[in-house]
């Protein structure tokens, strides 16, 4: 809990000090109208993502860019934990295709919606260098992509991808606190599991818009997550 909080109050920091001409005198008073008792269930993070996908449609013909298509992004998070296993979430940042030689076109805006829901855990206590829990859960996500061309200049591409997943996580526990009551811990969270995932977007290239698709709506995801608890 006490992470997030300092989670909350660096991102507060971070928004002040670019407001240039703010008052934020200390006599003012500090009492609110609502009054935050506990952000146990916020949860506030940074967000990497790396994709690449086999497109179909028109685009993949006749547009300046190659039929398989490698996007990044980077990004914040924020879910609140509604009850102890369902979590929806919203994430914001800015990703860019890569054409030729790994080069990444300019960076377009990004965001999406999603739900968490874990449904099942099991708390491995052996071997002890492992023990830690798993879970099986599954994650709906609708994501808004867009990112400049890396060939031509001015072209555009916009996109959306709905996906189902239900992947499989261990997570990792390791009490590294400095203070006494040891209540802060670290975690590593990895996870693996099949993916339903259904991309549509327009290219814009010389005014003329072209439609793609992904090549296969079904796949594979995994990754891992850090966490401070």
Do not use: H
């Not at 790994?102 to 855990?121: C, Q, R």
């Not at 996109?159 to 239900?166: G, H, K, L, M, N």
């Not at 996870?191 to 995932?197: F, L």
């Not at 327009?202 to 793609?212: I, K, N, Q, R």
């Amino acid at each position: 809990m006490k992470a997030k909080t300092i989670g909350v109050i660096l991102a507060a920091a971070m928004t002040v000090s670019g407001a240039w001409g703010a008052t934020m005198s200390g006599a003012i008073s500090r009492d609110s109208l609502v009054v935050g008792e506990d952000l146990s269930r916020l949860s506030i993070g940074a967000d990497y993502q790396m994709s690449k996908r086999t497109l179909a449609g028109s685009v993949a013909e006749v547009a300046p860019v190659e039929d398989i298509m490698e996007y990044q992004s980077f990004g914040g998070f924020v879910a609140v934990d509604v009850t102890s296993w369902l979590s929806p979430f919203v994430t914001v940042g800015s990703g860019a295709i890569s054409g030729i030689d790994d080069e990444y076109a300019d960076y377009k805006p990004k965001w999406s919606v999603g739900l968490s829901f874990n449904f099942w855990n099991y708390d491995v206590t052996k071997p002890e260098w492992l023990s830690g829990r798993l879970y099986i859960r599954s994650v709906a996500e609708y994501a808004s992509y867009k990112s400049a061309a890396v060939a031509a200049e001015g072209d555009e591409a916009t996109w959306s991808e709905t996906t189902i997943s239900v992947p499989i996580c261990f997570e990792m526990f390791e009490n590294q606190s400095p203070i006494e009551d040891k209540s802060l811990r670290c975690s590593l969270s990895l996870y693996a599991g099949p993916a339903y995932c259904k991309l549509d977007g327009t290219y814009e290239a010389g005014g003329v818009e072209l439609d793609f698709e992904g090549d296969k709506d079904f796949g594979f995801m995994g990754g891992s997550m850090g966490s401070v608890v």
